[in-house]
């Protein structure tokens, strides 16, 4: 392995450690916790390339140093969890990016998790729709087994066809891919919210509209959502013993 490659890990190492810091910092505990582990495998991947024996009793010091803090998170968590208290909120802010739903959902989702309840009232436009789409998509490349996903949306107002066949294509395509889509239609709805089996419980103020339109057609964030600049908003964390059944 070249000394360039071992830069490149430790910078990359350096890099998913530092966010964790700021996540945790942030009391952003479950976040942390998934930057924690992705960046201790990387200090251990460099671990394993540096021949320097000063180099090495250093990234073992911090290994060690990053796997307590790792492990007093999760037991914090957990223990937040079995009493019914876990609430985390992330504040998105006006023009931020960096918040797609892989970005986003990442550390809510395990092998666990196999269904997913969307209450969302405003899946109904194209844009909204493609929303929705790209969140399935999230879920089939995820490292989990989704098989059901319920969504409880509201009508178009207006010619509710385009929705309406919309909604039809997904759920084939869906079924092909062994996940059924179970659709529902609420005229009083008003509250966003994600709910997952592993009990975990995503409350977004806007729900999944909360990308800004691109600037055009070729402008970044287009195509990749991570570079998309989002609207203000808020997303509440809880975790729930108790997930719905039907």
């Not at 909204?128 to 998509?137: A, H, I, K, P, S």
Request: net charge neutral.
């Amino acid at each position: 392995m070249t000394q360039n490659h071992v830069s490149g890990m430790e910078t990359s190492a350096i890099s998913v450690m530092k966010r964790a810091v700021e996540l945790d910092q942030g009391g952003r505990f479950q976040e942390s916790l998934v930057c924690y582990q992705e960046g201790i495998q990387l200090l251990m991947d460099v671990l394993k390339a540096v021949k320097d024996d000063s180099k090495r009793g250093h990234y073992r010091d911090k290994i060690k140093g990053y796997m307590d803090r790792a492990e007093q998170i999760k037991v914090h968590v957990n223990q937040m969890k079995e009493d019914g208290k876990y609430h985390e909120q992330i504040r998105i802010e006006e023009d931020a990016i960096g918040y797609s739903y892989d970005a986003l959902f990442k550390p809510y989702i395990s092998s666990l998790l196999t269904e997913v309840w969307v209450q969302d009232p405003y899946i109904r436009h194209i844009h909204q729709l493609y929303n929705f789409l790209r969140f399935c998509e999230m879920l089939l490349k995820a490292s989990c087994k989704v098989k059901k996903i319920h969504l409880l949306t509201s009508q178009d107002e207006g010619d509710s066809s385009q929705q309406s066949s919309a909604l039809a294509e997904l759920r084939e395509s869906l079924g092909s891919q062994g996940v059924t889509l179970d659709l529902q239609y609420s005229s009083s709805i008003h509250d966003r919210e994600i709910r997952f089996d592993n009990g975990w419980i995503i409350k977004i103020g806007r729900g999944l509209d909360y990308f800004k339109r691109p600037k055009g057609r070729f402008s970044t964030g287009y195509c990749d959502y991570d570079l998309r600049q989002c609207q203000e908003t808020n997303v509440d964390i809880f975790h729930t013993k108790h997930t719905k059944t039907s």
